[in-house]
């Protein structure tokens, strides 16, 4: 059980606003804040390569609780200045040339989506999309059918989309990859930190993430897996120091694992802050956190059903934390800026964030209320009750 009044008396910012938008960025905790503040104070007074060298240890230590909260290996494990560099470093070194096919999803993210567009047009890369159950998640059985059919030199896909609250299958999806040996990349961009996630489980090769949405991280930073056999087989799109040594004027050597996608250079206040905030959710605890976001989301969503005017439009048989809706003669724009004067901060998605997915159902855009654990049953009933007088 989770311990509500603990995790608000943790985060200052609840006794500002009712904050459900943490599927753009959360509220951080105390222990997150405090990590990266002494650390750039340190910066501050001594220097930020000295402060680097005397705390490589709590640096280092990140690798180690990225790697445990995704049950990956340690060397598996890069970080990046947020999910999408993170997911570019892979996507772009897979090699992909004329005439190779990747199989998405309907519900991608938009900068997926543009990267698609760009090797398609660039390259000649061959760009099919998985369709849905009836109940809007990737239709596993039909993938399977897709991949049997031709070859396929990628399954990517996200977890949870941008825009509503669908978990994606993406365990059955990995028992796809792996029996047909398909490569998979998965973005878990929205689903880190709000749910359990176990690479080994899932069966991913490739996985990315940010810092700052579920996790409560903060922002600019994020990171990405990639097992070591691919890892060890790929050439980054980009070199540099970290990612590649030069040994002698004339060579280089590549770095060993998940270090050969990474820059030396980073924002290394927010490299600590991560890692506090994994720390907090694994104390805490992830399957506790996903429990009580299932119950606020589900109870969130039945009680806007129920009010005349307020379409809900979260597909998925199985639901997370983000809850998207229109009111009936509202811009989705107003209503975020309405409930802003009410000190209760939402975000809005629009046609182009889930390109395909907003286009399928014709949706302009949609208010995206996403709940986290340390919202309150009363900052819930405050939204509720603004809602209703908006519809
Ligand atoms: C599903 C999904 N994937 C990827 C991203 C990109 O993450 P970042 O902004 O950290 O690059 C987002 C951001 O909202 C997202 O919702």
């Given at each position: 059980m989770i311990d509500v009044p603990l995790l608000r008396s943790d985060t200052p910012g609840v006794r500002k606003v009712a904050h459900f938008n943490n599927a753009g960025a959360a509220l951080m905790p105390t222990p997150v804040i405090d990590a990266v503040e002494d650390y750039r104070q340190e910066e501050i007074l001594y220097g930020g390569y000295e402060t680097h060298r005397k705390r490589g240890n709590q640096i280092a230590a990140v690798y180690s609780s990225i790697a445990d909260l995704i049950g990956s290996e340690r060397s598996e494990v890069a970080l990046a200045d947020n999910a999408?560099?993170?997911?570019?470093?892979?996507?772009?070194?897979?090699?992909?040339?004329?005439?190779?096919r990747i199989i998405t999803t309907t519900s991608e993210y938009v900068s997926n989506w543009a990267a698609y567009l760009q090797v398609r047009d660039r390259l000649g890369v061959v760009v099919d999309v998985a369709p849905d159950t009836s109940s809007g998640e990737i239709d596993v059985e039909a993938l399977e059918a897709m991949v049997t059919e031709a070859d396929t030199a990628l399954i990517t896909m996200n977890h949870m989309p941008t825009n509503g609250g669908l978990v994606n299958p993406a365990a059955d999806v990995g028992d796809v990859a792996s029996r047909?040996?398909?490569?998979?990349?998965?973005?878990?961009?929205?689903?880190?930190?709000q749910m359990p996630i176990d690479v080994n489980e899932i069966k991913c090769d490739m996985l990315t993430a940010t810092s700052r949405k579920y996790l409560r991280g903060p922002r600019g930073v994020g990171f990405l897996y990639i097992t070591d056999e691919l890892a060890e087989s790929l050439d980054p799109v980009f070199v540099e120091t970290e990612s590649a040594p030069v040994v002698l004027p004339d060579r280089f050597d590549l770095a060993a694992g998940a270090h050969r996608f990474e820059t030396w250079e980073k924002a290394y206040d927010n490299v600590v802050g991560l890692g506090a905030a994994i720390d907090y959710a694994t104390d805490i605890g992830i399957e506790a956190i996903w429990d009580r976001i299932?119950?606020?989301?589900?109870?969130?969503?039945?009680?806007?059903?129920?009010?005349?005017?307020?379409?809900?439009?979260?597909?998925?048989s199985v639901k997370?934390?983000?809850?998207?809706?229109?009111?009936?003669?509202?811009?989705?724009?107003?209503?975020?800026?309405?409930?802003?004067?009410?000190?209760?901060?939402?975000?809005?998605?629009?046609?182009?964030?889930?390109p395909v997915d907003m286009h399928a159902r014709d949706l302009e855009g949609v208010v995206r209320a996403s709940?986290?654990?340390?919202?309150?049953?009363?900052?819930?009933?405050?939204?509720?009750?603004?809602i209703r007088v908006m519809a």
């Open positions: 999408t560099r993170a997911w570019d470093m892979l996507f772009y070194s897979l090699g992909l040339t004329e005439g190779s047909h040996g398909v490569r998979y990349l998965l973005d878990a961009c929205q689903t880190i930190g299932r119950v606020m989301s589900t109870s969130m969503r039945n009680v806007l059903e129920e009010i005349e005017g307020v379409t809900v439009h979260d597909l998925g997370g934390g983000i809850v998207s809706f229109t009111i009936e003669g509202r811009q989705t724009l107003e209503i975020r800026e309405l409930l802003s004067e009410q000190r209760i901060n939402v975000s809005t998605s629009t046609a182009f964030s889930a709940v986290h654990a340390y919202n309150s049953d009363e900052e819930v009933d405050r939204f509720i009750d603004a």
